[in-house]
Nanobody, 124 residues
Framework: QVQLVESGGGLVQAGGSLRLSCAASGRTFSMNAMGWFRRAPGKEREFVTGINWSGGSTYYADSVKGRFTISRDNAKNTLYLQMNTLKPEDTAVYYC?????????????????WGQGTQVTVSS
């Protein structure tokens, strides 16, 4: 089993920045790709960004490309999401996820483990 715990969410004004962290514990050696998803009010969970095991390959949803940066530090068992130039439409609960098998970065079905989520609210 892998446990994922997100942190770093909060309230920020439009144009501001926020850095989310996801601490992994348990059988972290089994993790492969990791990613971030978000669920806005009244909407289903959507893909934000994904990263491979080494951190050398990343993939972003068009809506966040150029503003968000995903990274990971395997020695610390931690995944990060640096969010810059935040917009009100970025308001959502953000979830980190980890895969143990292959699959599309953007598909929820590719991920086995999920965190509890952290709230990000961007005010205008």
């Amino acid at each position: 089993q892998v446990q994922l715990v997100e942190s770093g969410g909060g309230l920020v004004q439009a144009g501001g920045s926020l850095r989310l962290s996801c601490a992994a514990s348990g059988r972290t050696f089994s993790m492969n790709a990791m990613g971030w998803f978000r669920r806005a009010p009244g909407k289903e969970r959507e893909f934000v960004t994904g990263i491979n095991w080494s951190g050398g390959s990343t993939y972003y949803a068009d809506s966040v490309k150029g503003r968000f940066t995903i990274s990971r530090d395997n020695a610390k068992n931690t995944l990060y999401l640096q969010m810059n130039t935040l917009k009100p439409e970025d308001t959502a609960v953000y979830y980190c996820a980890a895969s143990i098998y292959g699959g599309r970065y953007s598909s929820s079905a590719s991920y086995t483990y999920w965190g509890q989520g952290t709230q990000v609210t961007v005010s205008s």
